[in-house]
């Protein structure tokens, strides 16, 4: 599990790449939990390169999410391949996460 | 805190001597001596000090010499060391020492500065194997009480069926690590209704089997108030969304069966729906109801489903662990092959689906690990009249 971090035009850029499950969960949250720190508000996470995501890692992503709608702040998720859309789909969350398929689209989402 | 050295040496102006040069160590606390003259004795000494830290020996001694002492100290189960004393360039008694088991040694005439140095070495090396002897002690007391979380874990899922002559059931939860968080459960609401559930807790291990034990009691609880599905997730929902500082949720399906008109009515809590097989054998995918996970979004409102069971229907539960579960090749079973083995099935009965999909699954995986709990509640209609 990898995560790579850019700031652009004051939003996070978070990629995430690999798996992230039950053992890798808490170093995910641990490092989007450093970028928290900075207090920026605005946070897009790209799912393009992760190729997979369990119950361990939706819980950091609705933690995160929390946090941000805390600060009155705001998340977007884009590049959800099919399997992982459905994860998603499945528990319900597509209901609770602003989910873009681009990371354009998502960063104009969060530009306005 | 002190440390307790046993010197073995047959010459008694040796013992007068360490206790001059290390008279400072002594006083204040950091070393403790005991003595004894050759074998024999330094066994009885280590018999009545059971916490020696380290033997200095001589190898020519009376009745047992060095070399029998350190064949002796291995079938100790102490962690002693031992530092052998020798004559200068004696190499084949310290290679002989060294093969049974002596940490170092010295030379005579002894250089005092260069026996404390190795006393310290010495000392420190013990304290490193001490410590992983105490942590593997710690650890071995952990798998202990998580083998008897497990087997908790396992006796409040229930294992006697309802007796209700209208419905057969079986279920398994299999967990990946000892103790899981997945459940099933099932219960009599009144003489005409039986309630099902089935869920998966985020995450695994301990947290995972604590709020596992937490939803299971509140589910159980306010579906027994005998309300409706839908009503009963949004309540229990409210409830675990209450200081849920950690973001934990449950995915679950609650499933009212009237066993009398074969009528379900089922509420979805972001979970996998259940499969219904009819009696030819054909599969139909519960269609999905309104709702998320539970603990996540406080207010949230579930939409009950509604689904018609004839007589000799099956309805089958299941988590995600059976579909997610991985091979070498790193493919997931998924829900396709789930399909196709519940698809080819001759007979229909709930313990051979839940043995057949479970054996269906673990063959997928051959030698890969489980990294996720496998859980599966079938049902079956069969109405007596």
Do not use: W
Not at chain 1, 75 to 81: A, H, M, R, T
Not at chain 2, 97 to 110: C, V
Not at chain 2, 149 to 175: D, K, N, T
Not at chain 2, 348 to 365: E, I, N, Q, R, W
């Amino acid at each position: 599990m990898l995560i790579e971090h850019e700031v652009r035009d004051g939003i996070d850029i978070i990629s995430l790449i690999g798996r992230i499950d039950a053992q890798s969960a808490p170093g995910v949250n641990q490092e989007i939990g450093i970028v928290l720190d900075d207090k920026r508000g605005k946070m897009l996470i790209d799912f393009k390169e992760l190729d997979y995501i369990s119950s361990s890692g939706l819980r950091v992503l609705i933690a995160v999410s929390k946090q941000l709608k805390a600060v009155r702040g705001s998340l977007v998720l884009c590049n959800l391949d099919k399997k992982i859309y459905e994860v998603f789909d499945v528990s319900g969350f597509t209901a609770i996460f602003d989910i873009s398929t681009t990371q354009e689209e998502a960063l104009s989402m969060l530009g306005d | 805190m002190v440390s307790k050295i046993l010197v073995v040496d047959d010459e008694p102006d040796f013992e007068a001597l360490i206790l001059q040069k290390f008279r400072r160590k002594i006083r204040k606390n950091d070393f403790e001596f005991f003595f004894a003259r050759n074998g024999f004795e330094a066994l009885e000494q280590l018999k009545a000090n059971g916490d020696i830290d380290m033997i200095l020996t001589d190898i020519n001694m009376p009745q047992m010499d060095g070399l029998t002492l350190l064949e002796e100290l291995l079938k100790l189960p102490c962690l002693t060391k031992a530092v052998v004393v020798s004559a200068y360039g004696d190499m084949d008694n310290i290679r002989t020492a060294m093969n049974r088991g002596a940490f170092d040694f010295i030379t005579k005439p002894i250089d005092f500065r260069d026996l404390e140095l190795t006393i310290d070495k010495t000392l420190s090396e013990l304290l490193i194997l001490q410590k992983g002897r105490k942590a593997r002690e710690v650890l071995s007391a952990m798998q202990q009480e998580m083998e008897l979380a497990g087997r908790l874990q396992q006796s409040i899922l229930p294992h006697s069926y309802p007796e209700c002559r209208e419905v057969s059931v079986c279920a398994q939860m299999v967990p990946a690590k000892d103790i899981g968080g997945d459940f099933y459960d099932f219960f009599v609401i009144d003489d005409d209704h039986l309630g099902f559930i089935i869920a998966d807790v985020s995450g695994k291990g301990v947290t995972a089997a604590i709020f596992m034990g937490v939803s299971r009691t509140l589910l159980r609880f306010t579906a027994l108030q005998g309300t409706s599905v839908d009503k009963v997730f949004s309540h229990v929902n409210n409830l675990l969304c209450v200081d849920n500082d950690l973001c934990m949720f449950v995915t679950a399906i609650y499933a009212i069966l009237n066993v009398k008109t074969g009528e379900l009515k089922y509420a979805n809590g972001g979970h996998d729906s259940p499969m219904k097989i009819a009696v030819d054998g054909s599969i139909e995918i519960l269609p999905r109801t309104k709702g998320i996970a539970l603990g996540v979004m406080e207010g949230v409102e579930f939409e009950a489903g509604r689904v018609m069971l004839a007589p000799g229907e099956l309805l089958y539960f299941f988590t995600d662990g059976m579909l997610d579960a991985e091979n070498e090749a790193h493919e997931f079973y998924e829900v396709r092959r789930l399909i196709d083995f519940l698809d080819g099935q001759d007979q229909l009965t709930p313990t051979s689906l839940v043995k057949g999909a479970y054996k269906s699954v673990t063959d997928f995986v051959g030698n890969g690990p489980q990294f996720d709990d496998m859980t599966q509640l079938v049902i079956q209609y069969q109405p007596t009249e």
